[in-house]
């Protein structure tokens, strides 16, 4: 098979196209190893540098087929959550469990498809904010949850502490160096010379401008021993100038693949409808499921005997942040 899956293309590189033998099969892109060269493609394909034109239009899109069995994948996934929170009837703490569990990571899949085909249309670094942002939106409303209940109820304190940190502890400890690790493998494996380090281009100055202050800013908080109030408007205010800094830059032509690249391979008026409206679905979703999977995580610790506050830390990130770690490792 032909290798497609690729990071983000510089766009100097010029495109390498696989036309296959057969004459009534399409092109099919190649992706770029590591060193910005052509990956090879199995036999029977002829590697074709910047393909004509009226080749390229003759190329097939994904399918329809294959944005309709994705989501309807994901509405089987997420239905019986659905009709479970507002049948009323009730069920075991693990059964909810994994009902609620499974709506959740079914709508941060379809989150992350929307986000993904939504750098056909904006810029994109911005795009790319956007989705590291909306990706973490199912962890988010189950954290939320816990603190808004721990207003009322000083217990949940600890809830919301144990999913903060352990969504954290998971980026940090598993998925950024999950994303360093892939890129490096690829890397080898397209250079004949070893490589063990990864340099970063002068195009992420800003990025990393950003994450280097707000890295620094964040010290107050074990400094002072608690979050003021201020200090996270500030952070916020701080994430939403860098956002606005993004939006300043072009349009750039996105590597999708799968259920994303069919959204994005829909006409201009139609995927500006669906797009949005995935949005609000997988939200609904998320915010029906959020707090009674929040509340089963605690209840199954009981049950199971297992402590409620590892459980809280581990579980519920796992299943919010499912869908991020697999963006990041195929931008990997």
């Not at 349009?251 to 609000?280: C, K, N």
Request: charge should be neutral; hydrophobic fraction near 55%; include cysteine.
């Amino acid at each position: 098979m032909v290798d497609i899956l690729a990071p983000a293309r510089p766009a100097t590189s010029p495109r390498w196209w696989a036309r296959p033998s057969t004459k009534d099969s399409s092109l099919v892109e190649v992706s770029l190893n590591f060193l910005g060269a052509p990956r090879p493609c199995s036999q029977g394909f002829e590697l074709v540098k910047d393909a004509p034109a009226q080749e390229l239009s003759a190329s097939a899109s994904p399918p329809l087929r294959v944005l309709i069995r994705s989501l309807a994948i994901a509405a089987v996934i997420a239905a019986p959550a659905v009709v479970l929170r507002f049948s009323g009837v009730s069920l075991p703490p693990v059964a909810q469990l994994a009902i609620y569990g499974a709506a959740v990571v079914a709508a941060s899949f379809v989150l992350a498809w929307a986000a993904e085909a939504a750098q056909v249309d904006i810029s994109g670094g911005f795009a790319i904010a956007i989705l590291a942002l909306i990706a973490v939106l199912p962890e988010y409303a189950v954290d939320l949850y816990y603190a808004y209940t721990a207003g009322s109820n000083p217990e949940y304190v600890q809830y919301a502490a144990a999913n903060m940190t352990g969504s954290n502890r998971l980026l940090l400890g598993l998925g950024w160096p999950l994303v360093v690790l892939l890129a490096l493998y690829v890397a080898n494996r397209a250079s004949k010379a070893p490589v063990r380090a990864l340099a970063l281009g002068s195009e992420h100055r800003m990025e990393l401008g950003f994450l280097l202050v707000a890295g620094i800013v964040a010290f107050v908080i074990p400094i002072s021993g608690h979050i003021h109030l201020v200090l996270g408007l500030a952070l916020i205010a701080w994430f939403g100038f860098y956002l606005y800094r993004l939006t300043r830059g072009q349009p750039e032509e996105p590597d999708l693949i799968g259920t994303a690249a069919a959204i994005g391979a829909l006409p201009r008026r139609r995927r500006r409808m669906v797009v949005p409206a995935l949005f609000v679905l997988s939200a609904v979703v998320i915010l029906i499921s959020a707090e009674p999977f929040a509340e089963s995580l605690v209840e199954s610790g009981t049950e199971l005997g297992i402590d409620q506050f590892l459980l809280v830390q581990w579980l519920a990130p796992l299943a919010s942040e499912a869908p991020e770690f697999i963006i990041a490792a195929l931008f990997a």
